[in-house]
C-alpha cells in the first residue's frame, strides 16, 4: 500500500502563490509518474500537470506558463509551485503516484478570491 499527503493548500488573492507538496510513504520499489488533478466544484477532475522519474513535464494548457512541478525522487515528494494564481485555479488538487498500481491522495483545497 502506498499513501499520498498532500500539503500546502490554501486561500489566497488573485495574482498570488502556493506551493503544493505530496509526500509519498508505504511499501514500494519505486514511483513512476506523478501528477497533479484538480477539481472544481460541479466538474470534472482534469489534469493539472505530471513528471516522470527522470523529470520530463506536461501542463495543462490553462496552467502553462504559471505552474511548474518537480519531484524529488530522494524523498518520493512531488511538488507544484503555482504563480499568477486565477479565480478559475479554485478546486480541491489531487496528487496521484504509479508504482504499479495507480494511488490517489485525499485533496487540498485551493481558494482563489478575486
Known amino acids: 500500500q502506498v499513501q499520498l499527503v498532500e500539503s500546502g493548500g490554501g486561500l489566497v488573492q488573485a495574482g498570488g502563490s502556493l506551493r503544493l507538496s505530496c509526500a509519498a510513504s508505504g511499501r514500494f520499489f519505486s514511483i513512476g509518474v506523478m501528477g497533479w488533478y484538480r477539481q472544481a466544484p460541479g466538474k470534472e477532475r482534469e489534469l493539472v500537470a505530471q513528471i516522470t522519474r527522470g523529470g520530463s513535464a506536461n501542463y495543462a494548457d490553462s496552467v502553462k506558463g504559471r505552474f511548474t512541478i518537480s519531484r524529488d525522487n530522494a524523498k518520493n515528494t512531488v511538488y507544484l509551485e503555482m504563480n499568477s494564481l486565477k479565480p478559475e485555479d479554485t478546486g480541491v488538487y489531487y496528487c496521484?503516484?504509479?508504482?504499479?498500481?495507480?494511488?490517489w491522495g485525499q485533496g487540498t483545497q485551493v481558494t482563489v478570491s478575486s
Open positions: 496521484n503516484a504509479r508504482t504499479g498500481p495507480l494511488y
